[in-house]
């Protein structure tokens, strides 16, 4: 046999059958299936890694449902990875298909992916770089060339006129001859594009190709590959030339198997160079028997009305007539997506573009999610994954949902601490969301969606462990170890509660001990102990005991409580914000703390009887503290009004002690700048100030005299401040408080108003008056109500209700 590809028309008889594609491209894919049952080829190679060719035999699988994809990743460095996908609408899945059907043998010919690996420099280059073969991916794009030179804007819409719209013929290779007579025009005139590489790779394809060709035949091969590399595959080159190119190639040790893909990452917008704009619709025109357009509006007409839209019957009979209509006006041969989406926005959504985004997400792109057999290979820790998706029933799907988790059903439980463990594992399947309904521990709300790109991080996790449990245990032991902050390692041990690692606890709490010990930041300690306190109310759900987290969270807020007053002296004022909000959240911690130890009989039978002496006094600790960096001159403003406020709606604070320490703050003899960060620490910061100014004359009239007396050189220097503070209001209180301050103390109108009181609102609390609501809000709170129900009866046990259940 010549040691070159003969060159000439695809058609077979004269050499290879060469049937240059375009990827993912329907119209290709109906091309290729044709073209193999004309020429009926005794072996089939296809563009992609020879690794592949033990895998092939899986596409034949039942359980193998497209999309999916070919992944390699290197043995030692799983992250150095690519991808090869495939759908039920590429040529690549068609040939396979079709010699799967006819009993033909499939060989992949493109560049090892142990070379193309060894090439690649990191995850990212290796994830993200175009699928090998990609003719869309090089610098020069061909098809947009070709579509300028035929006179159209839009390589797509080109593409939809000149291949997809194109009915079948009489001569299956006609197609073939004529996109390959294109690129090689393009060929001649650009070289490789830009991408050097290409060279390499076709010197390694026409190698397989002479390879089968001596096996098989001359004239029975038959190559599907991209439409870019068949003037190479044509070439006359030598033997010698080719293997010379490929001489002294990089190589690593690969693993391949089959993943699952899906139609967002095949799209463009995903970041698959290979990618399509349109991949739902592509397939609807690949999988449609006839009348596509009639098809596909009533597909849009279905989504439309399962969200509760009005289409009738009539809107998708129009909507088909507009989109001939505007096919016949801009003379193509049928209506595209450009024409099908135009009449579905004039017809079905009165002009608006708003429910267009839903048919684009829903349908152009789709959420469809390829499916692969149990018989692909796989790492231990994907088995083991997926043993427990069945076993949970936690089916893994293209479509974000949410999933509602009550932890006291043994189920759901397991549930929450597999998502817990994969994300220890840094594999993000599930992400928390905010619960509805209910803020206790017992319920968790999360939002799943399986990327593909998640099977790579499920081989990277593999170095862990074999299954889920051991690997996360292995890496929350090696996170501790190597965590560089104190509030890493306490949000840690959060996780491994979370997660219920009980081996990863001790580990963790070991380091946490030493690393609160040598740490004498107060702004780490602050940091660290919400995380740590937090954690101790997984004992009551989970069952776990929590007692050494419990001895370390109370020796870490005393430590906290010593070192804040010197802490907060001589701050900055950003210094001083981010110290706010130190003082905030350990408030927080300190709150929980006293709930815990106060909590139902039996939640703190695991804590010995020093931390529950140590939890009753922390809150009575916490205050002092409070009121000595209020009182503290040297203290910012900012936290100085903060730690006023914070004793005040804690009933440490009498009203007229809380207007006295505004007073002093507001006075004359303080800066105008100082004073306005005192009344954003005061009411600032969505602490419900605004509210408590509408309800308390005396505190607002403070604030409303300072104003009045601010300098006018001063007033500009505050002015940022006094913003930030009130801008953070509901608009309703914010009107409210206007009107309060324009019509001043004393002076509203009508009988309601009270001689020195706000206008339209009593000196004291009317009793009659609120006990008339307590019937009506028992209700609501499920509690007993009746006609004796007053101010100091079940009211406070529906509250207690609200906040356990």
Known sequence: MSDEVRGGE??????????????????????????LEEGAPRVVLIEG?????????LAADEGMRPPVALLAHVVDEPGRSAFWPLAEFSPEWVAIKWAAGAGVPVRFMDLPAAHSLARAEGTEEAEDAPAPGDAEAVRIDPLAVLAETAGYDDPERWWEDVVEHRGAGADAFAPFDALGEAMGALREEYGTGGHDRDLVREAYMRIQVRAAQREFGQDDVAVVCGAWHVPALRQKVTVSADRALLKGLPKVKVDMTWVPWTHRRLSRASGYGAGIASPGWYGHLF????????RWLTKVARLFRDEDRIVSSAHVIEAVRLADTLAAMRGRPLPGLTETTDAVRAVMCEGSDVPLSLVHDKLVVGDVLGEVPDSAPAVPLQRDLTRLQRKLRLKPEALERELELDLRKETDAARSRLLHRLRLLGIGWGEPAASRGSTGTFRET???????????????????????????????????IGAGALADVTALAERCLLAELPDALPVVMRVLADRAAMDADVGHLAQALPALVRSLRYGDVRGTDTAALGEVALGLAERVFVGLPPACAGLDQDAALEMRGHVDAVH??????????AGPAGAGASRPSESRVGAAGVRARWHSVLRVLGERDSVAGVVRGRCVRILMDGGELAEDEAARFMGLALSRGTEPAEAAAWIEGFVG???????????????????????????DRAFTDVLPLL???????????????????RRGPGAGGGGSAVTGGIPGFGAELDGERADAVLPVLSLLLGVGSGPGAGASGGGGGGFELVEVG
């Open 10 to 35: 695809a058609r077979a008889g004269e050499g290879p059958l060469l049937l240059g594609v375009r990827h993912h491209g329907p119209g290709s894919a109906r091309a290729v299936r044709a073209a």
């Open 49 to 57: 890694p020879p690794e592949a060719d033990a895998l092939v035999a």
């Open 287 to 294: 999988s449609a028997p006839d009348r596509p357009v009639e």
């Open 446 to 480: 999360w939002r799943l969606r399986w990327e593909p790109e998640l099977s790579v991080r499920v081989a990277e996790a593999g170095v862990w462990g074999t299954t889920v449990l051991a690997a996360a245990t292995a890496r929350a032991e090696s996170d501790a």
């Open 588 to 597: 927080q911690a300190v709150g929980l703390l006293r709930e815990l130890d």
């Open 685 to 711: 910061g969505g602490s419900g100030g605004g509210m408590l100014l509408v309800h308390d004359e005396r505190l607002l009239g403070l604030v409303d005299d300072w104003l009045s007396g601010v300098p």
């Open 723 to 741: 913003r930030r503070t009130f801008s953070a209001y509901e608009p309703g209180v914010r009107r409210t408080l206007g009107e309060l301050v």
